[in-house]
Structure formats: structure tokens, C-alpha cells
């Protein structure tokens, strides 16, 4: 899904981020609220069908990536576990899975009768007897240092010399949520499982985007510009709308930050747009500029100390067939026409009892307008036209159309075409169906 939330980043510099600590991964979490029976991990290993298999010490797991299958010992019954207590996983060449527990027995999972055959530890030849030692995750460590050291960060062995601890901070956004690591699997899909002592798995996909950071200081200051309230990325560098500080320029060639104007410096930016005329629209909390960075010539078309009814711009949106541009503020959203330079106010009915907060144009050049306290609105266009045809409100009293929320802060388009808005309850999903004119709507948090 495309990237989205609203560009409120109350940070100390820019938010293109790195993981912390030179981690290289961004962790997710499996744990007991997720389904596990227990959060040590002793086993991990991916099956001939695709299955994710967990040793723990209250039985083992198999996992579809949504949910488990839990197998534990039964009373009696000799086909079942011979312990809850799992101490290795091993998957052979054949593809069949052994498990190593805690009586020295090891049990091998037969998939026609889902179920298990015991066998002595004592009575399996001694190169297999290797195979399913719970120390064969020492040895992993050992021939994976570099690796995990690369990876996550320096580590060294327990004090009981059964697994390994991690030197990186627990509980930062990303990363390990414990550090005692009983073992570690790397899939055929470049996933990488890590089995903790008490943390549950722990999961990173090796192969995803990473985010690199920067700290962003104020031109001429070694403090940090204090918040980031809008931006813009052209091929120079990022246009930064900031939090009472004016507009910053980071250029990319040179690295470093200066002031647009001077006489921006102080004001509260929170929207920025870059027209396919290359001026810079700046919609500020007292008004709206615009600048050319090629004759360096500031205009300003709303000024709050003269106009109050035009103020407290949140969002810009250039019409990818028309050319114009969408404006949403305080009380409603403008259109501008650049061919005749004028601005008309849009007659929605929300206005009587919302503002506007985004803007969005999606892939069949509709326009979606998040509102503060109306929900969202849609305008449609006619097929192959720039005509509009339909308005269609999203509210939490419509029937049809109907909106967990009415607080839509912002608004994307995925690759499936599905709309997704973050708003005041969460995040919500607009599922549309090519067969029907109804709009699904998933409300995911």
C-alpha cells in the first residue's frame, strides 16, 4: 500500500528514517496476543508447504501467517508429542520435520495422519543425533555473526552459553522486543524469524524498503529545525514548510539548508506544492504565496491581516488534467485557474459546518476532499473528460456510503485502486467494485 499519513511531524528534523543503532531491518512482532501458547522460542523452521513451524515450552505451532495450529502431548496417546517442551526444530532433505523435546526423545510430524512418531533420542544414528541438538542454534550463530551483526548489532553469549544477547536497545519502534535470541531462520523468501526468550518471533522482511535519516538544522544554527509541517522533493532537494520558521530548502548536492525568504521566516507553513509551472504554492497558516524560484519574486494572494475569511491553508492539489489548482483552507476549498489567474470559492455544502483538510486527485482523476468534521467527498468525473459528474459524500449518517469517522485527516490511492483514509478512529479502506456502484468500506484500526 502507497505510503500516506499526513505530514504532521512533530520531530526534530526531517523523517526519512533509518533504523536506529545501525540496524538495517524493521521488525515486526508475533506474541501470545497474536495466538503463540508461549513466548520462548525454541524452533523455527519452514516446511515443504510453506507452513512457518515454531518449537515453544507449551507445545508447538504451525503457522499459515494468519493463524496457529497448536500440537501438544495427550495422555495416552502415543502418536501425539512426547512433550510440550520443544527444543529444536529440524527439517531433513526429504522435507519431513523432526522435533527435539524435553524427555531425549524426538518426534518426526507425518503429514497424511497429521500426527507424530516418537523416537529415542539414544536410538538415532549419531550424525542425526547432531541434527536435532538443541546446540545446532549455537552453531548458526557462530557461521551467521557477521551477518547479525550487520543486521541488528553487536552481540555476545549468554551467561548460561545456550543462546545469544543482543547490545541493542528493547522496546525502540522497529527493533527487537527482546534481546535473549534463542535462534534464528532465514526462509526461502528472504524473512528472517527470530525465536526470543520471552518476546514471541520476532520477523523482518529482508528484502524491504529501507528508510534512511537525516537530521535537519536550521541555516546558520545548530539547533534542529523544530517541526516539519509540509515538504515537497524535486530533483534540487526538499522544500521544507516548517512550524514558525519559514520555508527551508535543503539542497541535495550540497547538503545543506538556508531560508528561502527572509520574509517567510516566523510563519507556520502547512501546505507546499510545486506547479508544472515550477512556481512554489505555500499555503500558511495566515494566508497564501506564491514563489518563483526563478525571478525570486514572492506574490501573496491571501493575507490573514487583511482577509480573515481566507486563512489556514492545510493542503494543495494540482488538477492533472486541467492544470488548475485546488485549494483547501478554514472555510471550504478555492479553484484557481491559471489561464486567467482567478480564484472561485466551491459552493459544497459541508462548508456550513466543516473545513477542508486534504486533498487528493487519484488515478481516474477524481478529487477527494477530507474534511474536519463532514467526512469525505468525492468528486467524480465523467469517462474521458475533465467534466465533473457526481459529488458523493462519505459520512457516518449515510446509508450507502457510509464513513466510520468523520474526521479524514488524509487520502491514497493503492496499486489495486482502493481509496485508504487515515482518520481520527484509524485507518479505514474504501474497496471499490468494478460489478457495483457501492462502495465497501473496511475500517482496519
Not at 495422519?113 to 543425533?129: E, H, I, M, Q, S
Not at 497558516?285 to 506564491?290: A, C, V
Not at 482523476?365 to 459529488?391: H, P
Amino acid at each position: 500500500m502507497a505510503a500516506f499519513l499526513r505530514i504532521s511531524i512533530l520531530l526534530f528534523g526531517v523523517f526519512v528514517f533509518k533504523a536506529l543503532n545501525g540496524q538495517q531491518v524493521s521488525f515486526e512482532y508475533i506474541t501470545a496476543k497474536n495466538g503463540l501458547p508461549q513466548s520462548t522460542i525454541r524452533g523455527i523452521v519452514k516446511d515443504k508447504y510453506g507452513f512457518m513451524w515454531f518449537g515453544t515450552w507449551n507445545g508447538l505451532c504451525r503457522y499459515d501467517g494468519y493463524s496457529f495450529k497448536i500440537y501438544r502431548t495427550i495422555p495416552g496417546d502415543t502418536s501425539s508429542l512426547a512433550s510440550n517442551r520443544i527444543h529444536y526444530l529440524y527439517k531433513d532433505q526429504k522435507g519431513d520435520i523432526w522435533i527435539s523435546v524435553f524427555n531425549e526423545t524426538v518426534c518426526r510430524y507425518n503429514y497424511n495422519t497429521d500426527n507424530f512418531t516418537r523416537f529415542k533420542l539414544t536410538d538415532l544414528p549419531a550424525p542425526f543425533r547432531d541434527s536435532v541438538s538443541r546446540m545446532r542454534d549455537l552453531v548458526v550463530f557462530e557461521n551467521s555473526k557477521d551477518f547479525l551483526r550487520k543486521l541488528i548489532g553487536p552481540f555476545h553469549l549468554s551467561f548460561t552459553k545456550e543462546h545469544i544477547v543482543f547490545e541493542t536497545p528493547v522496546g525502540v519502534y522497529g527493533g527487537l522486543n527482546d534481546n535473549n535470541v534463542n535462534c534464528i531462520y532465514r526462509d526461502d523468501a528472504d524473512i528472517l524469524w527470530v525465536g526470543t526468550g520471552s518476546g514471541g518471533i520476532n520477523k523482518a522482511d529482508l528484502n524491504a524498503s529501507r528508510f534512511q535519516s537525516t537530521k535537519v538544522n536550521a541555516p546558520g544554527q545548530p539547533d534542529l529545525i523544530r517541526a516539519v509541517r509540509s515538504m515537497w522533493v524535486d530533483s534540487k532537494g526538499i522544500w521544507l514548510g516548517t512550524e514558525d520558521d519559514g520555508l527551508v530548502f535543503l539542497d541535495f548536492k550540497s547538503k545543506t539548508t538556508h531560508y528561502v525568504l527572509t520574509q517567510l521566516k516566523g510563519e507556520n507553513i502547512k501546505a507546499l506544492l510545486k506547479d508544472k509551472n515550477g512556481n512554489i504554492w505555500i499555503g500558511k497558516r495566515s494566508g497564501l504565496d506564491k514563489y518563483d524560484p526563478v525571478t525570486k519574486i514572492l506574490t501573496t494572494y491571501f493575507d490573514a491581516g487583511k482577509e480573515t475569511e481566507y486563512s489556514r491553508f492545510y493542503a494543495i492539489a494540482e488538477d492533472p488534467l486541467t492544470g488548475e489548482l485546488w485549494f483547501s483552507y478554514y472555510n471550504g476549498v478555492l479553484k484557481y485557474d491559471p489561464h486567467v489567474k482567478t480564484f472561485e470559492k466551491q459552493p459544497f455544502g459541508f462548508y456550513t459546518r466543516s473545513g477542508a483538510g486534504c486533498l487528493f486527485f487519484d488515478s481516474k482523476n477524481n478529487l477527494w476532499i477530507g474534511t474536519e468534521y463532514a467526512g469525505l467527498v468525492q468528486l467524480k468525473r465523467k469517462s474521458q473528460s475533465s467534466a465533473w459528474s457526481d459529488t458523493i459524500m462519505y459520512t457516518s449518517v449515510a446509508s450507502d456510503t457510509r464513513s466510520p469517522d468523520e474526521r479524514v485527516y488524509s487520502v491514497t490511492e493503492d496499486s489495486d485502486g482502493s481509496i485508504w483514509l487515515e482518520q481520527q478512529t484509524g485507518l479505514a479502506g474504501l474497496i471499490r467494485k468494478p460489478e457495483a456502484s457501492k462502495v465497501i468500506l473496511l475500517k482496519l484500526g
